[in-house]
């Protein structure tokens, strides 16, 4: 009896314990808050910042949604919250949605892909009422959030049941941060998505047609070798993609976060000023970059 209460007692437990980590509040200050999905775990909301002076009843803005970190297991919505905020000075409406994990809400990485390529879904069936401009909608993550945004572009299928695929869930453009883009024998989190491989893995599903791509990666990345990041460039160029591939000399996974502990400041610029030029080439921005402005900011942030 005293053994079977036991484990009744645990499974509470750890239910509330799941429960709390999926309702944890997420705060980005000005930023709106909708809620974008119902799941049967929980419902999943998108942060979102509009520049300064917009006007949704008759902007048509470029828009950006990012995808956080965390190996598919955890992670938060303000992890590109610093990156948000410069590309929003610069016009853009900037998306951070939640998407379910392990911790979180006990799912495995397909929920992952099924919860991204629903934010950009929704993105574009509300571009009227948000003032975005539906062909005009980026994606960009870092590690498994780069995994996400990667399969919006380049992975068909793999669809939440009952939307509607008539609405394209397919970004115009990838920004992609150390990417989990090869989930092959070798590649980061194979074991886990054998049920989906090869749907379910970007490296496997280079094709015609794909976003334009950008990646950043620290040739000392112990998670994505720098030779999966050059095969990965000479595959999409194979096709005709624009890949641009910068590689930062002895850095680690993760190098470009502007946070305590974790990367360093002059990779935050350079890492933006980049994104900056890159989406400027493909017409979603306008204007000179404003390296001030990320100066500023990264030593604000530094501190």
């Known amino acids: 009896m005293l053994k079977q209460n036991f484990s009744i007692l645990f499974i509470i437990s750890f239910s509330l314990a799941q429960?709390?980590?999926q309702t944890k509040p997420v705060s980005i200050a000005g930023a709106t808050v909708e809620v974008f999905k119902k799941t049967k775990e929980g419902d999943l909301k998108i942060h979102y910042l509009d520049?300064?002076?917009h006007d949704p009843k008759v902007d048509k803005s470029p828009a950006i949604?990012?995808?956080?970190g965390g190996g598919w297991n955890s992670g938060s919505p303000t992890h590109f919250e610093p990156q948000a905020r410069y590309l929003r000075q610069r016009g853009m409406v900037v998306f951070l949605p939640e998407y379910r994990t392990k911790k979180g809400h006990g799912t495995a990485p397909i929920s992952c892909v099924n919860d991204g390529k629903s934010a950009i879904r929704w993105v574009r069936k509300n571009a009227a009422r948000l003032g975005v401009d539906p062909d005009r909608i980026a994606a960009g993550g870092g590690s498994a959030g780069g995994h996400v945004a990667a399969t919006t572009g380049m992975c068909d299928g793999l669809e939440e049941k009952g939307e509607d695929i008539t609405i394209s869930s397919r970004p115009g453009?990838?920004?992609?941060?150390?990417?989990?883009?090869?989930?092959?024998?070798?590649?980061?989190?194979?074991?886990?998505?054998?049920?989906?491989?090869?749907?379910?893995?970007?490296?496997?599903?280079?094709?015609?047609?794909?976003?334009?791509?950008?990646?950043?990666?620290?040739?000392?990345?112990?998670?994505?070798?720098?030779?999966?990041?050059?095969?990965f460039q000479a595959d999409q160029k194979a096709f005709g993609i624009r890949s641009d591939l910068h590689l930062y000399e002895g850095e680690p996974h993760g190098f470009f976060n502007l946070k305590v502990g974790q990367g360093k400041a002059q990779h935050f610029v350079d890492t933006v000023l980049k994104t900056d030029?890159?989406?400027?080439?493909?017409?979603?921005?306008e204007g000179e970059p404003d390296e001030a402005l990320l100066e500023s900011m990264a030593a604000k942030e530094k501190k």
Do not use: C, M
């Open 51 to 53: 520049p300064r002076g």
């Open 65 to 68: 949604v990012l995808f956080f």
């Open 173 to 231: 453009a990838l920004v992609l941060f150390n990417p989990v883009y090869d989930n092959g024998a070798g590649g980061y989190g194979n074991d886990r998505v054998t049920e989906w491989f090869p749907a379910i893995s970007p490296a496997h599903n280079i094709s015609k047609g794909d976003p334009p791509t950008i990646v950043f990666l620290g040739t000392e990345d112990k998670l994505i070798p720098v030779v999966t990041a050059e095969k």
């Open 277 to 285: 030029v890159f989406l400027s080439d493909l017409g979603y921005l």
């Open 19 to 21: 429960v709390q980590a």
